[in-house]
């Protein structure tokens, strides 16, 4: 389902699990595996944004990929993403698209593996892509898009709601003026370079020191599951060629150097 909320906040969505981008008690990262729809979502993007297409199968991917549209979505934290019934506050910043094409795939993404979801995301520039929003219409979830921008395609949505003081359709021609409605503290994160985890701290500085590249084997047998987890994160890249690993841009960032 589908549905556009022009103006302002209004009631929640009734789902078992939300993931907005409104402060909740519980907060997560947003490192999932992409559905093909998910993939589309970004090549689209991407490519009407006059960028390099791109095809990946996990959103951490999109924290190293050389694209110009690339350096946005390094804010986004790619940890992994949290999971159960609640509300989740996903830190991702609310610039378009990134938080358009985010919760896009995330809404595929949840369709998959999880009942009664809703996934609230912040964007004017939905009018620009009604037809990847279309494609969340037969979701058995919500993916609900918060706008201060109307537009007449909005008819897109299953639902839409306007949520401003004293303003009807009508009124937005007479150029009267009206009192918005409330919205949340925006989140901007630091660009994606910490690195918590002491076992892929481990494996950084060791690809470092090895002069940035290790064999698959002597990697894996070291440390196990780190270098998948790298992998996702994109500080790391896993070359099937040479069976090595590779250290990343965004990995070199994170050891500080």
């Known amino acids: 389902m589908l549905e556009i909320v022009i103006g302002g906040l209004t009631d929640p969505p009734p789902a078992k699990t939300r993931y907005t981008f409104c402060q909740a008690e519980r907060t997560t990262g947003l490192g999932f595996e992409l559905t093909a729809e998910g993939s589309l979502v970004f090549t689209t ?10 095809y990946p199968r996990h959103t951490a991917e999109l924290a190293q990929c050389s694209a110009p549209l690339c350096a946005l979505f390094r804010y986004v934290d790619y940890g992994e993403l949290q999971r159960g019934e609640g509300v989740f506050q996903y830190r991702a910043p609310p610039v378009d698209p990134v938080l358009l094409a985010m919760g896009l795939a995330l809404a595929f993404h949840l369709d998959t593996h999880t009942e009664s979801w809703a996934v609230e995301v912040y964007t004017d520039a939905w009018p620009m ?11 058995s979830g919500i993916l609900r898009v918060y706008t201060s921008a109307y537009d007449p395609k909005a008819a897109v ?25 409330r919205l949340c503290r925006a989140y901007t994160p630091p660009p994606t370079a910490e690195v918590e985890d002491p076992d892929v701290k481990d494996l950084l500085r060791t690809l470092w020191e090895a002069g940035g590249f290790l064999s698959l084997k002597y990697a894996q047998e070291k440390y196990g599951q780190a270098v998948i987890k790298a992998s996702q994160l994109g500080l790391v890249r896993l070359d099937a060629l040479t069976l090595t690993v590779r250290l990343t841009d965004l990995g070199i960032r994170a050891l500080g150097i």
């Open 45 to 54: 993007i991407f490519l009407r944004n006059n960028n390099p297409p791109l």
């Open 157 to 181: 949505a299953d639902r839409v709601l306007l949520a401003v003081q004293g303003l009807t359709y009508e009124g937005l021609a007479m150029k009267k003026a009206w009192s918005g409605g």
């Open 129 to 139: 892509y009604t037809d990847l929003l279309a494609m969340a219409k037969p979701l």
